[in-house]
């Protein structure tokens, strides 16, 4: 299976984006769900993830400002981001965690400079 991620680009600081990340064909046994970004020079961070049947878990720095979510029926994965800060600029990653083995997404590029 392939995760195509999108929805990423050039905004504004306090813009907003929405990221999408959608399978190349249905999965099953899928235990957790998840964002993570990664800024040059810095290593890969999870921003936000969801455990099948549990709630979502965000990291401090976007605590109130992220939002993520799934459409079951779309099998997609959303990452709604507002107030967007300089700081948040990185390449935006879906994962999947699926039977104890990762499967990551190609990355999005999200900018947010004026």
């Known amino acids: 299976v392939q995760l195509q991620a999108s929805g990423g680009g050039l905004v504004q600081p306090g813009g907003s984006l929405r990221l999408s990340c959608t399978p190349s064909?249905?999965?099953?046994?899928?235990?957790?769900w998840g964002w993570f970004r990664q800024a040059p020079g810095n290593e890969r961070e999870a921003v936000a993830t969801i455990i099948s049947g549990g709630t979502p878990n965000y990291a401090d720095f976007v605590k109130g400002r992220f939002t993520i979510s799934r459409d079951n029926a779309k099998s997609t994965l959303y990452l709604q981001m507002n107030s967007l800060k300089p700081e948040d600029t990185a390449v935006y990653y879906c994962?999947?965690?699926?039977?104890?083995?990762?499967?990551w997404g190609r990355g999005t590029q999200v900018t947010v400079s004026s």
């Open positions: 994962r999947i965690r699926q039977a104890g083995s990762d499967i």
């Open positions: 064909r249905s999965i099953l046994g899928v235990s957790t």
